[in-house]
């Protein structure tokens, strides 16, 4: 009785809750960390002074972007496949933190133009991309939000999460190919080698971000499996017992 | 053929359409040659069981059997032997009589030529109605357009009919009843739902009673949970 | 398995002949866009060259997603899509055939009327050319893409804009390479990769898109 699988949304539940606020925690204090090597230990960049800083968490939100998108694929695939209610889950749990580092990836990709290009928005390959990614994320969630079935939502959304990742590939290389061909200024980003420093600082904040991922994905998906799992005994006896 | 496999076979089908568990534990089977009437009152999932019925939704939990096979992973196949006739009619406006009836044939995979279909649409009393749009003719006619399909369906063992007798007159029920009558007593199932007391003269008949959750049928009572 | 395709087919069109308002609608709408452009921009005849191609493409994915919906909404409200998830033949046939008749009476009058915008924007004859050929290719996926968001959004309310939202991002694709056709004939750069591409695409959702818009339909039914 006790030993339900985590693959179920029982099971789920019960692990989600006890590691959602550890994550969130580790992730916060990972992400001083980051901060602290990003903003203080890594040295000032040659061409961009100080203003390149912001990149630490811009290239690291966008690499989340297009990761959490292919994550969200997968178990959309999952679920379509074999139909397990977990599976869909998890994908409408992952999306809005996906958009929320696609959109991050964005504001922060701006504020870092202002300074190096003299724009908030230029219309180059990897910002364009960035746009485009955020709007595949939206469609996402709105399908999700105007679907009042849960079940069939899950589906629909599934199709076209199939469908996103299918076609994101391809939309980067035509913005690719788009941006090569008209852009006079070829605006490159940070094209030096980059300093090992740099590098940790980077790859710590990813760290955080998918600390912040998990947690913010299960305390997501504990609130989804109760929500559609409401009339099942092990969540009727947990809400008795106050446990929830 | 083995008697032992039945044709049909709903195993403890659970059925949830939004937030209301309709029923659980539903099961039912049936032979060749057998008239099932779907009944009680309204609500109670008549309609969403002949959709799973058909294929057309999945059950929460339970499988649906024709032939000893599931439904589910027959699919075409299962599609090629059945007539569905729903609560929409399934015709278009803008199409003439014998227009619907022929791409109706033509998707149902039982294609039948423009005489023939002007046969079935005299079957079901539309002679002269031929080539009208569909969107001029009245409700009752459109319906019987949609029935129409059923005198070149002898092919198709199962017909599920969802109301066919509402906006029908009495000659229109009568001439129904006993197209029914003979495709059951020919070997076909027919399974429909009808809250008209209309007398089919079929040799076998069944009858599946929904009472919202509690399933009364063949004497065997299943009481459903609190959900 | 033909004769359900072309069976189906012929329906699609007779029913689209006999009501069409909805083809001419969908040109209307193509040639207000278009017109409306140099009104917002001025008539500078250098500036709208340039921008023809792009503007005809977009004007033309705009004219497309309006007509997305009769793809399929008429048929789920009258029962008749439901009698095709039921056919005896797989239901990628009937999809297929319905996009088709869908591209013949969307894509092509779309891609027809933009000869006279060659003539509205000042274009030469081999852009013009380059212009409703990339047409030609391309909006097939037009109808094809727009099939798997008409299909998700069935009997969802605010359906239309919701699709906007689903079909749009995945238009990107064929608008770039589409409208890059005609922009590198009259850059005087070799267009023909363009063209492949805009093939290429083509191609992949005639493979891809009906097996989802097959299965969004199914979702949409249950």
């Not at chain 1, 740099?198 to 998906?221: D, I, K, P, S």
């Not at chain 2, 568990?21 to 039912?28: D, G, I």
């Not at chain 3, 040639?31 to 060259?49: H, K, N």
């Not at chain 3, 792009?54 to 994915?61: D, E, I, K, P, R």
Request: charged share 15%; aromatic share 10%.
């Amino acid at each position: 009785m006790t030993s339900t699988s985590i693959f179920t949304p029982e099971g789920m539940y019960r692990f989600a809750g006890k590691l959602a606020v550890p994550c969130l925690v580790s992730a916060a204090i990972v992400a001083l960390i980051a901060f602290y090597l990003g903003f203080f230990v890594a040295p000032v960049d040659v061409t961009q002074g100080n203003s390149y800083r912001i990149l630490y968490i811009h290239v690291a939100s966008a690499w989340m972007a297009m990761l959490l998108y292919v994550l969200m694929a997968i178990f959309c695939i999952l679920g379509l496949v074999t139909e397990k209610k977990l599976w869909p889950m998890i994908a409408a749990s992952l999306a809005p933190t996906g958009a929320l580092m696609a959109f991050l990836a964005l504001w922060t990709g701006s504020l870092w133009g202002r300074p190096t290009w003299g724009a908030y928005w230029v219309w180059d390959a990897r910002l364009t991309s960035a746009l485009i990614l955020f709007f595949f994320y939206l469609g996402y969630l709105a399908l999700q939000n105007a679907i009042p079935d849960w079940r069939r939502a899950d589906k629909a959304c599934s199709v076209i999460g199939i469908v996103g990742v299918i076609n994101v590939p391809i939309v980067y290389f035509s913005v690719q190919w788009w941006n090569t061909l008209h852009q006079g200024a070829s605006l490159t980003s940070s094209g030096s080698s980059i300093h090992p420093i740099m590098l940790t600082a980077l790859l710590v904040m990813v760290a955080a971000f998918w600390l912040y991922t998990f947690g913010a994905t299960f305390a997501r998906l504990r609130s989804i499996i109760l929500e559609r799992e409401k009339g099942e005994e092990w969540a009727q006896e947990l809400a008795l017992k106050g446990e929830l | 053929m083995s008697q032992s496999v039945p044709q049909l076979e709903l195993k403890d089908i659970k059925c949830i359409r939004g937030e209301r568990l309709l029923f659980r534990k539903l099961n039912f089977s049936c032979q060749e040659g057998t008239l099932v009437r779907i009944a009680g009152p309204n609500g109670t999932g008549k309609t969403s069981l002949l959709r799973l019925l058909v294929g057309l939704m999945s059950p929460q939990e339970g499988k649906i059997l024709w032939g000893g096979q599931e439904i589910k992973k027959l699919k075409e196949d299962f599609w090629k032997e059945l007539v569905y006739i729903g609560h929409l009619n399934g015709v278009k406006d803008e199409l003439t009589a014998r227009e619907n009836l022929l791409i109706n044939c033509e998707i149902g995979e039982h294609p039948i030529t423009s005489e023939y279909a002007d046969e079935c649409l005299k079957k079901v009393g539309l002679e002269g109605f031929e080539d009208q749009i569909t969107r001029a003719l009245s409700q009752g006619q459109r319906r019987r357009v949609a029935l129409a399909r059923l005198y070149a369906s002898s092919h198709a063992k199962l017909w599920v009919l969802d109301e066919p007798f509402v906006a029908l007159d009495v000659a229109a029920v009568e001439n129904l009843s006993n197209q029914i009558a003979e495709h059951v007593n020919s070997g076909g199932i027919v399974i429909l739902t009808t809250h008209q007391e209309v007398p089919i003269s079929a040799n076998k008949k069944e009858v599946i009673t929904l009472k919202g959750g509690v399933w009364l049928g063949r004497h065997e009572m299943k009481k459903v949970k609190n959900v | 398995m033909f004769r359900l395709f072309r069976a189906v087919l012929i329906r699609d069109l007779t029913l689209a002949l006999r009501q069409k308002s909805d083809i001419l609608n969908t040109v209307f709408f193509f040639i207000v866009v278009v017109t409306l452009v140099p009104l917002g921009i001025g008539p500078d005849q250098q500036l709208l060259r340039l921008i023809a191609p792009g503007v005809v493409w977009v004007a033309a994915l705009l004219a497309a997603l309006l007509s997305l919906p009769r793809l399929f909404a008429n048929d789920f409200a009258d029962g008749t899509l439901e009698q095709m998830l039921l056919s005896g033949e797989p239901l990628t046939v009937i999809v297929i055939a319905k996009v088709f008749a869908h591209w013949l009476t969307t894509g092509i009058p779309l891609t027809v009327i933009s000869a006279v915008f060659a003539l509205m924007f000042d274009l030469n004859a081999e852009v013009t050319v380059a212009l409703i050929t990339a047409l030609f290719i391309g909006t097939p996926v037009l109808s094809l893409v727009g099939s798997v968001g008409a299909a998700l959004t069935l009997g969802v309310r605010g359906g239309s804009v919701l699709t906007s939202l689903l079909v749009l991002p995945l238009y990107i694709p064929v608008l770039i390479f589409g409208a890059g056709a005609a922009e590198a004939v009259s850059v005087g750069v070799s267009s023909s990769a363009y063209f492949l591409i805009v093939g290429a695409l083509t191609l992949f959702s005639l493979v891809v898109m009906p097996i989802a818009t097959a299965a969004a339909l199914r979702i949409a039914a249950e």
